[in-house]
T-cell receptor
Framework: TQLLEQSPQFLSIQEGENLTVYCNSS?????LQWYRQEPGEGPVLLVT?????EVKKLKRLTFQFGDARKDSSLHITAAQPGDTGLYLC??????????FGTGTSLTVIP | SAVISQKPSRDICQRGTSLTIQCQVD?????MFWYRQQPGQSLTLIAT?????????ESGFVIDKFPISRPNLTFSTLTVSNLSPEDSSIYLC??????????FGPGTRLTVT
């Protein structure tokens, strides 16, 4: 059972477009993290959200934690080729089980 | 932050043999983890490496197949034993002071023939 479902699974967009990636669960999570992984490398932590409704911004990336702490979203404004990679959400639910999401593979075409 | 290195970066092994992967952290950390990942897919946690005691394995992973050592706060090894083609994957080490802020190594790509 995959507790953290991400959508879309694959996304290919043109440079300059906006996009949103979703991370959904039926469980309540204590916190959620977002990572980006480039080919041949390990994932790199982008942000951690802890409070329901929390919004964090990292340059052109905006992260939101759902009010009920069951979902999160990542919005990228004016995507650039350097944003290409595998985006992963991760977190631990109230049962103290830690999971990575199913992943979203993003390709930004110059 | 922490810098994680892994050795080897890749290997091709024969069925029935074993491969030991090393993970070195540039500073002392509380927690170290081992993951498995198919290319382009998500990560599956194998176990948490505990310093000075037996590793804590996730459901579906057993010590006989994936023995782990962690002799100190900066080093851990994962052995994948009795290799089969199904073990072909990328193995990643991560480290940090909590699960909420993990720093990952570049991974070890294992191919079993």
């Amino acid at each position: 059972t995959q507790l953290l479902e991400q959508s879309p699974q694959f996304l290919s967009i043109q440079e300059g477009e906006n996009l949103t990636v979703y991370c959904n669960s039926s469980s309540v999570f204590s916190s959620l993290q977002w990572y980006r992984q480039e080919p041949g490398e390990g994932p790199v932590l982008l942000v951690t959200v802890v409070t329901g409704g929390e919004v964090k911004k990292l340059k052109r990336l905006t992260f939101q934690f759902g009010d009920a702490r069951k979902d999160s979203s990542l919005h990228i404004t004016a995507a650039q080729p350097g944003d290409t990679g595998l985006y992963l959400c991760a977190g631990d639910n109230t049962g103290n089980q830690f999971y990575f999401g199913t992943g979203t593979s993003l390709t930004v075409i110059p | 932050s922490a810098v994680i290195s892994q050795k080897p970066s890749r290997d091709i092994c024969q069925r029935g043999t074993s491969l030991t992967i090393q993970c070195q952290v540039d500073s002392q950390v509380t927690m170290m983890f081992w993951y498995r990942q198919q290319p382009g897919q998500s990560l599956t946690l194998i176990a948490t490496a505990n310093q000075g005691s037996e590793a804590t394995y996730e459901s579906g992973f057993v010590i006989d197949k994936f023995p782990i050592s962690r002799p100190n706060l900066t080093f851990s090894t994962l052995t994948v034993s009795n290799l089969s083609p199904e073990d072909s994957s990328i193995y990643l080490c991560s480290a940090g002071d909590s699960r909420y802020e993990q720093y990952f190594g570049p991974g070890t790509r294992l191919t079993v023939t």
